[in-house]
């Protein structure tokens, strides 16, 4: 299992409220991702990093924002999160080359 | 943009009986691929990887993955399925070119016992 953590595990907010959303790795991976995620349902890619003060959209149009000011540290962020933004959101990381993802076990959030 | 397609929603199963896992991809160059598993309110857990090599992959908890080029499919088995077997499967590929992983949409694996 990769080492790579994400906080907070469920979180419940009200509309119009902004949050961010933790991720952090200890293996010094350069590559980190964001994928949303409805219950059972396929995985989709809506940020990515190469590296420090890199970031990329995925494939889903996100309203989200993402940043890596450090190389352990990919947090994202809803500045006005809507009912619409209900997911779980996973987090993971891969080291150079084609190498493995290693997921966090994501935040669930709900926006009421 | 590489993809991958997993033709199944559903997999049902009796306890014992063999498995399978269907995943085919598209990809512009040589495919990497993987399967990972997923248990309820958790993240994906990595069950196995083809890289290059012998097409029949081992991985984890007695699952294997055929590779076949000519088909463009990358089947998840196991010989004898357990009730523990019960999960989300996600197939996913990577190609050549980008860096960035494509998943399939999941199957989701009912072993009953």
Redesign the interface.
Known sequence: EADIYQTPRYLVIGTGKKITLECSQTMGHDKMYWYQQDPGMELHLIHYSYGVNSTEKGDLSSESTVSRIRTEHFPLTLESARPSHTSQYLCASSPPGRGVLGFGSGTQLSVL | AQSVAQPEDQVNVAEGNPLTVKCTYSVSGNP?L?W?VQYP??????LL?Y?TGDNLVKGSYGFEAEFNKSQTSFHLKKPSALVSDSA?Y?C?V?DYNN????????T?LTVKP
């Open positions: 990497y993987f990972y309110n958790r993240g994906l857990q990595f990887k890289i989300l996600f996913a990577r860096n960035d992983m494509r998943f399939g949409a999941g989701r």
